[in-house]
């Protein structure tokens, strides 16, 4: 069947079957690797990308379900070959291990910052309940998070 | 499989005399299930689009809900969160937020997992569902709708339509804990809800509701039928915790022992009485 998607900004048509997640279409038809599957069934939280600017588990969205959505993945936050500023901050604070939770984690992050520009501690570790690391011990994705609230309020 | 997007209720009601049809809403159990091998539908339907199935809205001084209306929008809603505060507090804790933006009222309790988040406020608020299937439309009490875990009152060829929660009078005390391993994406150990109504120093009116602690979310009319009218005294806590303790089934499983569930219920039921006045 037709699916028509807006992809990080976008307009695209592809074809899925019932079978086809999300996330299979991302990664296997658009080859947009960035999005990750963890655990395949919505507990890890790294195949996160924003449905109509909500953070979802892809995994658990068939293409066919989201089909005239707007779709942002990793790969639709940069600009160009500047890092978004949570991705920098990611970078800077060591809050990137192995990196396999990361794109999921930034996903979540940057749906919590767009609707609280500046959020407590505690807005950031409620914001990240859905996404699971097994390197970091967290501390430093909620640094990285505070600090790119930080930067991305100075530049507004 | 095939994948069909239901456009209205009347396309929904036919495609659905189809025994090998399930109705996906928000897909969080469903499509787990259906990768997991545990269900193997032969058609989706997809409910998302159908606008008569979503939102929510007063009416004749109940709140209704949409089944396919998802668990984020539940909780943005300043009229369930003034008038059913359980509610909001149970949902806020369901899964995580990729989970709350996708799943559905309605899928959470036709899922009907002795542990569904969305019962226990929906139990004690005595919320009723409106039911539509091959004869037509009915009403039946969410007390009463679970059967065992994953079975409910729906007939083949049936769906929910609306959850529809009567807005209680003011002064009720709500209370709701959930016990687990950790706050997000946890499957409750043990979950009590209460609603009680304290004047003087009378139990007014009383309501508790419990997950996972027998096949069914329940509520524990036992407790209250004892315990209504009385004066709130140490002895009627205990009682009450006595009472729940023997009211429940629980088992043991992976996630505890049905000892430590009943101490569990018993311990949240007190608490909610202390917390009451």
């Known amino acids: 069947?037709?699916?028509?998607?807006?992809?990080?900004?976008?307009?695209?048509?592809?074809?899925?079957?019932?079978?086809?997640?999300?996330?299979?279409?991302l990664r296997e038809d658009l080859q947009l690797t960035g999005t990750k599957e963890g655990c395949g069934e919505g507990e890890c939280g790294a195949?996160?990308?924003?449905?109509?600017?909500?953070?979802?588990?892809?995994?658990?969205?068939?293409?066919l379900q989201a089909d005239g959505s707007d779709v942002l993945t990793i790969e639709g936050i940069a600009d160009g070959d500047t890092l978004h500023p949570i991705q920098q901050a990611f970078v800077e604070t060591g809050g990137v291990q192995c990196g396999f939770c990361t794109p999921g984690f930034i996903m979540a992050a940057y749906a919590l910052l767009?609707?609280?520009?500046?959020?407590?501690?505690?807005?950031?570790?409620?914001a990240l309940e859905g996404n699971l690391c097994r390197c970091t011990g967290y501390e430093r994705i909620v640094d990285a998070i505070r600090l790119a609230a930080g930067r991305m309020q100075g530049d507004a | 499989m095939r994948y069909q997007q239901v456009v209205d209720e009347a396309e929904l009601l036919t495609a659905l005399s189809d025994p090998a049809a399930a109705i996906l809403s928000g897909g969080t159990d469903l499509l787990v299930k259906i990768r997991g091998g545990v269900a193997a539908p032969e058609t989706l339907l997809d409910i998302g689009r159908i606008p008569t199935l979503s939102g929510i809205r007063e009416s004749n001084g109940s709140i209704e809900i949409g089944a396919a209306t998802t668990e984020t929008e539940i909780l943005a809603s300043s009229i369930v969160q003034e008038t059913l505060p359980v509610l909001t507090t149970a949902?806020?804790?369901?899964?995580?937020?990729?989970?709350?933006?996708?799943?559905?009222l309605g899928g959470n309790l036709a899922n009907a997992s002795p542990a569904a988040d969305s019962a226990i406020p929906l139990l004690l608020y005595d919320a009723e569902l409106d039911l539509v299937g091959p004869?037509?439309?009915?009403?039946?009490?969410?007390?009463?709708?679970?059967?065992?875990?994953?079975?409910?009152a729906l007939e083949?060829?049936?769906?929910?339509?609306?959850?529809?929660?009567?807005?209680?009078?003011?002064?009720?005390?709500?209370?709701y804990h959930k016990v687990g391993k950790r706050r997000a994406l946890t499957i409750a150990i043990a979950s009590v809800g209460a609603l009680i109504r304290i004047e003087g120093d009378r139990i007014v009116g009383v309501r508790f509701a419990a997950g996972s602690v027998a096949p069914t979310p329940i509520r524990l009319h036992a407790v209250e039928e004892r315990i209504r009218s009385?004066?709130?005294?140490?002895?009627?806590?205990?009682?009450?915790?006595?009472?729940?303790?023997?009211?429940?089934?629980?088992?043991?499983?992976?996630?505890?022992?049905?000892?430590?569930?009943?101490?569990?219920?018993?311990?949240?039921?007190?608490?909610?009485?202390?917390?009451?006045?």
């Not at chain 1, 037709?2 to 279409?25: H, I, M, Q, S, Y």
């Not at chain 2, 949902?91 to 559905?104: E, K, V, Y």
């Open chain 2, 135 to 152: 004869n037509g439309p009915r009403t039946v009490p969410l007390d009463g709708f679970f059967l065992g875990p994953g079975k409910t």
């Open chain 1, 1 to 25: 069947m037709k699916v028509r998607l807006t992809v990080n900004g976008r307009p695209l048509e592809g074809e899925a079957d019932a079978e086809t997640r999300l996330l299979d279409f």
């Open chain 1, 47 to 63: 195949c996160t990308v924003l449905i109509d600017g909500q953070p979802v588990n892809s995994c658990l969205v068939l293409a």
């Open chain 1, 114 to 126: 767009k609707a609280t520009p500046n959020p407590t501690d505690e807005e950031i570790r409620s």
């Open chain 2, 156 to 175: 083949p060829g049936d769906y929910i339509r609306t959850i529809r929660v009567p807005i209680p009078e003011p002064g009720w005390c709500p209370f």
């Open chain 2, 91 to 104: 949902l806020a804790g369901l899964g995580s937020i990729q989970i709350r933006n996708r799943g559905t």
């Open chain 2, 230 to 277: 009385n004066a709130l005294t140490e002895e009627v806590v205990d009682e009450a915790r006595r009472l729940a303790m023997e009211s429940v089934s629980p088992i043991d499983d992976v996630r505890a022992t049905a000892d430590y569930r009943r101490c569990v219920v018993g311990d949240l039921v007190a608490r909610a009485l202390r917390l009451a006045p």
